[in-house]
């Protein structure tokens, strides 16, 4: 009888370590993904003047939160609010997004030269007079004159 109990109880112990572990390792993931992520490039990153390129934005948002973004000829500021302060700044997507998000614009290419793709998360709503900013991402694409 003292053996038989005692297997029980190793048993038991056994069952409840496996369920921690697992539970462990499962919550141990979870935490290891960035709960608010921004992400975003330009197809083609050489345009031609005068043709067509897309901007992407992909992340993660782990609730409401406002994706913004910028083509700017001027290197991106950091914070949402600066960079919407700038003349030369146009915004191009200004979409509130959860969970996990693609959004895209088409351009046409203008203006000879560098320019940058600004994005940024911040919270729902902003906090004036300044917004909680979960992620920001910048990219480069060059105009460049027809051959």
Do not use: W
């Not at 197809?43 to 005068?50: A, D, G, L, M, N």
């Not at 600004?118 to 920001?136: D, E, G, I, N, W």
């Amino acid at each position: 009888m003292y053996r038989t109990v005692f297997s029980n109880h190793r048993r038991r112990i056994l069952a409840a370590a496996a369920v921690l572990a697992v539970g462990g390792a499962l919550s141990g993931q979870a935490l290891a993904s960035a709960p608010y992520t921004v992400h975003v490039n330009v197809v083609p990153s050489t345009v031609t003047k005068s043709h067509v390129f897309k901007v992407t934005a992909t992340g993660r948002s782990s609730n409401a939160s406002i994706l913004t973004v910028f083509i700017d000829p001027h290197v991106c500021a950091l914070a949402a609010k600066v960079e919407a302060a700038r003349p030369k700044a146009v915004k191009i997507i200004s979409h509130m997004v959860v969970h996990l998000y693609t959004k895209s614009r088409l351009g046409t290419a203008m203006v000879l030269g560098t320019h940058h793709v600004c994005a940024y998360l911040t919270a729902v709503p902003p906090q004036p007079p300044l917004s909680l900013q979960y992620a920001r991402a910048a990219a480069l694409y060059r105009v460049v004159a027809a051959p």
